[in-house]
């Protein structure tokens, strides 16, 4: 089973980017974003239910970032604008088959996670 993250890189603020996760070896209802910033714990920014359906965001990311999926492609989808250097971090995919609303926004309810891509927000 693997997750391989790719997309990342520096981009100005109020700019643009979208960071895409390819799972191999498995499916997964739940796929999810988190990020890292250094000193940081990681911490939820959204997630994506295949079955029973729901895309989630923390309240930071609300309305600038949207999660989407290809089925087909076992590839989930991270679309970022309007970017603000708080943005900046490593960004990990994660999935799960056993996440429900309440566990959603929790890193330990994921099984697989992949390498992380850095996002740079920065002029």
């Known amino acids: 089973v693997q997750l391989q993250a790719s997309g990342g890189g520096l981009v100005q603020p109020g700019g643009s980017l979208r960071i895409s996760c390819a799972a191999s070896?498995?499916?997964?209802?739940?796929m999810g974003w988190f990020r890292q910033a250094p000193g940081k714990a990681r911490e939820f920014v959204a997630a994506?239910?295949?079955?029973?359906?729901?895309?989630y965001y923390a309240d930071s990311v609300k309305g600038r970032f949207t999660i989407s999926r290809d089925n087909a492609k076992s590839t989930v989808y991270l679309q970022m604008n309007n970017l603000e250097p708080e943005d900046t971090a490593v960004y990990y995919c994660?999935?799960?088959?056993?996440?429900?609303?309440?566990?959603?926004?929790?890193?330990?309810?994921?099984?697989?996670w992949g390498q992380g891509t850095q996002v740079t927000v920065s002029s």
């Open positions: 994506n239910r295949r079955i029973g359906g729901g895309t």
């Open positions: 070896g498995r499916s997964f209802n739940t």
């Open positions: 994660a999935g799960s088959n056993g996440a429900i609303t309440s566990t959603m926004r929790l890193a330990r309810t994921y099984d697989y």
